[in-house]
C-alpha cells in the first residue's frame, strides 16, 4: 500500500510510464487504484516515430500488470516521507 498512497499523491502531475513492450507514455496522472492501474490524460508518446500510430490517443488506461515502471517528476518526490513510509511498513505499522 506504500506505493498506492505515494502515487495518489501525484495525481495531477505529469509522469511517465514505461510499459513491457518498451512503449513509454507521458502524461497528466488522472487516477491510480490499489492495483496501480494508471490513467492517463493528455498524453504523448515518448519514441513517436516507433509508434506513430499512438499519436491519436489522448487519454488511456494502464493495467497495473503491463507497468515496467514509472518515472516520477523530480519535484514530486518527498525522500523524507518515503523513509518514514518505508520505516512504518518494515515495522508492520
Avoid: W
Avoid at 518498451?22 to 516507433?50: H, W
Avoid at 514509472?70 to 520505516?87: F, N, Q
Amino acid at each position: 500500500m506504500l506505493f498506492f498512497s505515494y502515487f495518489k499523491e501525484l495525481v495531477g502531475k505529469e509522469v511517465t510510464v514505461e510499459l513491457k513492450n518498451d512503449l513509454a507514455i507521458r502524461g497528466t496522472l488522472l487516477s491510480v487504484d490499489q492495483y496501480l492501474n494508471i490513467k492517463l490524460e493528455n498524453t504523448r508518446v515518448v519514441d513517436q516515430d516507433k509508434y506513430p500510430h499512438m499519436m491519436s490517443v489522448r487519454n488511456c488506461f494502464i493495467r497495473g500488470s503491463v507497468v515496467r515502471y514509472v518515472l516520477l517528476p523530480p519535484d514530486g518526490v518527498d525522500i523524507d516521507i518515503l523513509h518514514d513510509a518505508t520505516r512504518r511498513e518494515a515495522r508492520g505499522g
